[in-house]
């Protein structure tokens, strides 16, 4: 290899631009992944209330129809802390759970995400069947902590991510601007430009490639520790398990994304002192 | 004893007759700046040597520059190895450099790889170069420069630089060499090598251009002079043939 930008200031650099890229869209990936259960969760939820007047068996006899109804995941009687929680997320005050008086609630968890017209009237007509007087109402709002995620949150990540490639760019370019000597010497023995611009950019792809798999290695290593020391009880098993499809093209694509960057960077900077070497005048 | 000429082993070198360094009326300045050559005509057959001379400033290196096809013409034309450089493409502009040894006033190296590398860089670029690490061997031992091959270009001495880059320009037997100022500070038996190379290099079908302040002892060719920008041919040969028993 005529040229090699394998030096140590500018691998650690690299690493640390890429790792930064890294954590930054694993980190969106991941509330957007929170923000996507959420609006599923929503989506595949109901809240019954048992319309009064009815005794506590009628709470009962609600739960077992609708636990038992196709579809459905679970079915279970909401508490007061669960019901204050809801209706302050809904109301926007702050609602204490010893004020408030029996709801006679039930919180339904559909396997999927359930069709908003249809399920409440099956609810409905099993409960009929069964007995028992009830309203039928969606999940209520998404937490808006979990769905916090969604566009601006993309946007602030893509954003920041192609701030840090574009400082591995400049990085790359910097770097051919330094070897500035070989590509006028390469000039002036006729090596051709093209040549000379993919010798450089294969230099920059090489050490970006290497740095990206560095970092990637480094995250997979860290990362445990971190949630670990975050308080999580987490395995390396169970970290791997839990990579969403998106997190594993992230990190697979994150080296060679580093390294098509670089190699632009090296080429655009080995490019501008070719040039100046070429024609003097 | 002489020291054995490095290049004498194969002379299939330029094969055509036809002039390998042809400036028609080549005017070259540089950027905005005034015309530092005016309308400079020259011929140059494979295997002469020309001696362009002049004061400092006088536009020698310009014409190197213009013949190394670094700095193309304002006016007039400039044609090497029977191609008209400005039609010439940037591939092909590229080859015709391959053939061209350049040996810079104040060479550059790559200061932190050795010596060895540095001159070895032409056949590297080149890869239908014939030449290998053996003949850049040999071309440093006969410059006296065998101790050094494995030294950091960054740590050589300035004479010593000016031997690396003639050494550099020459490994890949070129077709046309350039020489500027190539004498300047190597010492008196480098001085004599030097020479010999150049003639070695001429006589193997070569057009050697050098570059020089004055008359150079020993080294056989036309003369030429630059005044107020013109390129002339000297009245009188300051050449004179080298002594064999140096």
Known sequence: MLVSFLRPWLFVSLAILIAAALAV????????????????????????????????????????????????????????????????????????????????????????????????????????????????????????????????VLLAGAAVCAALLLALWFAAGAAARADRVRAILWSDLGAGRSATLAAYGRAGSEVAFLAGATAVILAVLVAPGVRMAAGETISFGSMIASLSPWDVLIVLVTPLAAAATAALGARAGAASTFDQADRLG | ???????????????????????????????????????????????????????????????????????????????????????????????????????????????????????????????????????VMDLLAFLGLTRDTSRPAGALSAGQRKLAALARALVARPDIVLADDPLAGVGADAETKVVRLLTELSRLGAAVIVAASGPISGLNGDVWRIRDGRLERAPESVLKPLDPAR
């Open chain 1, 25 to 152: 869209a694993l980190g969106v990936s991941g509330l957007n992944a929170r923000a996507a259960d959420e609006r599923a969760r929503v989506a595949s939820a109901f809240t019954v209330r048992v319309l009064p007047p009815a005794p506590e068996e009628t709470l009962e006899k609600a739960v077992a129809a609708l636990a038992s109804a196709p579809g459905v995941q679970s079915a279970r009687p909401m508490d007061a802390t669960r019901a204050a929680q809801l209706l302050s997320r809904w109301g926007g005050g702050q609602i204490n759970a010893a004020d408030l008086p029996s709801l006679r609630l039930i919180e339904v968890r559909l396997a999927a995400a359930g069709d908003p017209v249809r399920t409440p009237t099956l609810l409905t007509e099993r409960l009929r069947t069964a007995g028992v007087a009830a309203e039928i109402y969606g999940a209520g709002p998404a937490d808006p902590g979990r769905t916090a995620s969604s566009r601006m």
């Open chain 2, 1 to 135: 004893m002489q020291s054995p000429l490095p290049l004498l082993v194969d002379a299939a070198i330029a094969p055509d007759r036809l002039a390998a360094v042809r400036l028609e009326g080549a005017t070259a300045g540089y950027d905005a700046g005034p015309d530092i050559l005016i309308g400079a005509t020259m011929d140059l057959k494979p295997g002469a040597i020309a001696l362009i001379t002049g004061p400092s400033g006088a536009g020698k290196s310009t014409l190197l520059h213009l013949v190394r096809t670094a700095l193309a013409p304002r006016e007039g034309r400039v044609t090497l190895l029977g191609s008209d450089v400005a039609r010439l493409p940037d591939a092909s502009r590229a080859g015709i450099r391959r053939r061209i040894g350049y040996a810079a006033q104040e060479p550059l190296f790559l200061d932190d790889e050795t010596l060895f590398d540095n001159v070895a860089l032409p056949l590297n670029i080149d890869p239908t170069s014939r030449q290998t690490g053996q003949d």
